[in-house]
């Protein structure tokens, strides 16, 4: 499969633990992203990879998250203190650099569901 | 206001019945436009890119209007496997970052 791929695909943890997941985009692709989606909401923007550089990063991001991409390859995000608000589903999606503007494709993984008890 | 607005939704049809969803952006210097689609508890998928000329894919039919910062898309002949969440998707530049989604219109397609 050459899909994007992400680990845990669950993870279930009580709050005040620290969590971290794991984002393998597919093969060429050099710009990486996370996402967060809560139930009835679509995707919402957290943090932006373009090889190991971290370019962008939303107001959602809080001090409590951080998110890494030390070889340009795999990436992974950490929640440290947990909070019963950060229950929700985690994407990864990864896009390779175009031309000619046309607009890249993201392609999602599976997402983690995170649930904090 | 949300960036991308969506129709609320649910949208429940039958076989071979053709639906439109409508939506909304506020940024006007959005630069690419998609709709995605999302099965239950799963990722969301790239449906098809919506250009400025229009664009057709099958029966799948996407619009976009820059003055009025609208895109909607068209679907005719709904087939059960239709059934989903369609999310209107914009990106403020060309080149790549962040997708901003609506939250979604849910379709169910019934026989």
């Known amino acids: 499969d050459t899909g994007v791929s992400q680990d845990p695909r669950h993870k279930i943890t009580k709050r005040g633990q620290n969590v971290t997941f794991r984002c393998d985009p597919i093969s060429e692709h050099n710009r990486l992203y996370w996402y967060r989606q809560t139930l009835g909401q679509g995707p919402e923007f957290l943090t932006y990879f373009q090889n190991e550089a971290q370019l962008e990063k939303s107001r959602l991001l809080s001090d409590r998250f951080s998110a890494e991409r030390p070889k340009g390859s795999f990436s992974t995000l950490e929640i440290q203190r947990t909070e019963q608000g950060d229950s929700a589903m985690y994407l990864c999606?990864?896009?390779?650099?175009?031309?000619?503007?046309?607009?890249?494709?993201?392609?999602f993984g599976p997402g983690t569901r995170l649930t904090v008890l | 206001r949300k960036e991308v607005e969506q129709d609320p939704g649910p949208f429940n049809v039958p076989e071979g019945a053709t639906v439109a969803f409508n939506c909304t952006y506020s940024n006007s210097a959005s630069q690419s436009f998609f709709w995605y689609r999302q099965d239950c508890r799963k990722e969301p998928k790239l449906l098809m890119s919506?250009?400025?000329s229009g664009n057709e894919d099958g029966r799948f039919t996407a619009q976009l209007n820059r003055a009025s910062q609208y895109i909607s898309l068209l679907i005719r002949d709904s087939k059960l496997s239709d059934s989903a969440t369609y999310l209107c998707v914009v990106n403020r530049n060309q080149a790549g970052t962040a997708l901003i989604f609506g939250k979604g219109t849910t379709l169910s397609v019934s026989s």
């Open positions: 999606a990864s896009s390779s650099k175009t031309s000619g503007g046309v607009p890249d494709t993201q392609y």
């Open positions: 919506v250009y400025s």
